[in-house]
Nanobody, 128 residues
Framework: QVQLVESGGGSVQAGGSLRLSCAASGYTFSRNCMGWFRQAPGKEREGVAAIYNGGGSTYSTYYADSVKGRFTISADNTKNTLFLQMNSLKPEDTGMYYC??????????????????WGQGTQVTVSS
């Protein structure tokens, strides 16, 4: 059974940083796609970033335009943990952040319907 557990959310001021973690069990990172999504109140869930491990230390990463240059997605296969380093945070980054996983490539990584497994979410609040 696949389980994803996020942590690391919190409240920060604009310009600050947070690092989210997602601990995965029952799931292998190798040759599978994992992503981070967020959802603000009254808005649809949107893809923030995704990562595909092609085996060994080969990774492909994908980012929404709104976070490019500020967020970095990474993974530690040895610990089965996914990370999202968020720098230069803005109030519009506020929302519930979810870790998600599915099998095979990140072909349509921004489509939440592609993902089979989801964590419970961790709240990120950025104040101006």
């Amino acid at each position: 059974q696949v389980q994803l557990v996020e942590s690391g959310g919190g409240s920060v001021q604009a310009g600050g940083s947070l690092r989210l973690s997602c601990a995965a069990s029952g799931y292998t990172f190798s040759r599978n796609c994992m992503g981070w999504f967020r959802q603000a109140p009254g808005k649809e869930r949107e893809g923030v970033a995704a990562i595909y491990n092609g085996g060994g230390s080969t990774y492909s990463t994908y980012y929404a335009d709104s976070v490019k240059g500020r967020f970095t997605i990474s993974a530690d296969n040895t610990k089965n943990t996914l990370f999202l380093q968020m720098n230069s945070l803005k109030p519009e980054d506020t929302g519930m952040y979810y870790c998600a996983a599915h099998f095979f490539f990140c072909a349509r990584w921004t489509d939440s319907k592609e993902y089979s497994y989801w964590g419970q979410g961790t709240q990120v609040t950025v104040s101006s």
